[in-house]
């Protein structure tokens, strides 16, 4: 499994697993105002990466969506997907 | 008077049953142990059709929730909730079982008989033989106890409950003998660590600290920071950078004020004892400092809700203030402010004093990030309208400050300011670019309460969600 970010304000913590099909979960304190938005941020940048099969959970402190996107990147490099 | 050694004693002496419009000031704050003991026997009793007058609604005051869940409570009148009893009220509150008025309004409510109390139940720090009772002194005190003045004025029957008896007189007497029917000894009124709110300090956050200095510039540019102003900044991080500001310039060119008002903290003692402000008017101290000066500060003066914000009293305080520095959890294009409910519409606070300094202050200032984690506080409408936008006249963010178009005047003033004076609308806009535009969050059609302003008018509604 792999790990970045953090649970601080602000911030968020997305975790990678194996799995066969693409699988994404999002706990988020602003999930009512904004789960849709992170869910096209997480879901366009796996696209990004050609990234078909992971389970990707974020658990989010109300992170804005560059937080996200770069969180999720360091993830996948240090998973070895290569840049797109 | 009379002197009784339990609760049980006192309501071999009254019918609870007959007495169940009653009161209750928080000037113990979270460290309240009277509040519990006296609705214990409220729940013990099966007491039905309670109409329940508490200043303001701590996470301690557990009590409350085992009555609501019991609906042995008709009604609450209250001016802040925080805690279980708010997301309880939130989430299953029957309709239309509160009102939340203002620090003033609820004050003006008694002493007109529009909220008619049966028992005032005032946990009093210090009591004499003669009834007298005082904050500032005892192993609960509590400073100032300027929410229970009308209370211990205006109710059928006048309970004081203390855990310090002692044979003197006092100085500056808050609750005066006259007034009072019984005095109740108890074991322990409070919890001293939960009486004094946690932090009052200064904040250190660079952009607390950014938005307190351009707050400080501002009231500068507009010429109100002069010899004899006056000025209430509360006990918010930002807020009391702000004063931190101001006590620089008032330095440099020799300014003293005539007053502050409000909530008092430690840092506003030192600038009574530093000379740079004639008189603090304190309906309630945050912090030990602040207590204990009030023993020794001739001009640390503690003043009653009414005298403080009841726009009906010909003494009022804030009748005369210049600016007041506020906080918000939510503020609308139309200046309009939340600080009752958070941005998912669950209650988490209230008015206390914040409509009635920003209805009476000449300038009303909001200071506030931009966004809070992701939520941007400028919104198209605020969740539930605690101030009348009418009455906020300038937002203070870290990018930019908007002035309410109704005040042409400050607008005028700032013309050839060299701060980013930008509209709200902008200010909006530029939120909105970093977070995206949030969704409405939803909820039900059941009405639980209503928005009372000091006026009487009922301003908003609050729904369960």
Redesign the interface.
Known sequence: MIKTGTLE??DCMIELRESNERKIEIES??F??????IYDVLKTTLDEYHVKAVFLRCID?????YTIKARLKAALELWGVDHG | MKLLNSLDELFKEIDIHQNKAISFHHHLRNGDLVINQVLEKYHSHHVQEIALFPSAIFPSYQMIKRLLEQDQIAHITTNYISGGVADYLSNQGKENILTMQTHGGRARAIIEGKSKIDIAFIAAPSVNYKGDAIGYKGPSKCGSLGYAIADSEYAKIVVLLTDHLVDEEFDRVEIHGSNVDYVVSLDKIGDPSGIVSGTTNITTNPIGVKIAKQTARFLEDIDVIKDGFSFQSGAGGISLKVTAELENYMKIKQITASFFSGGITGYHVGLLERGLVDKLYDVQCFDLTAIDSLSRNKNHIPISASKYANPADIDQVIKDLDVVILGATEIDLDFNVNVTTD??GIIMGGSGGHSDTASEAKVSVIVSPLF????PIIKKHVTTITTLGKHIDVLVTERGIAINPLRKDLLEKCKQSLLKIKTIEELYQEAIN???I??D??RSDVQIGVIEDRTYDKIDRLYRK
């Open positions: 304000s602000s304190i602003v009512e105002q904004f789960g849709d938005q402190k109300g992170a804005l969506d | 941005s998912h809070k984690g992701r939520l970093y977070t995206g949030p969704k969050v939803t």
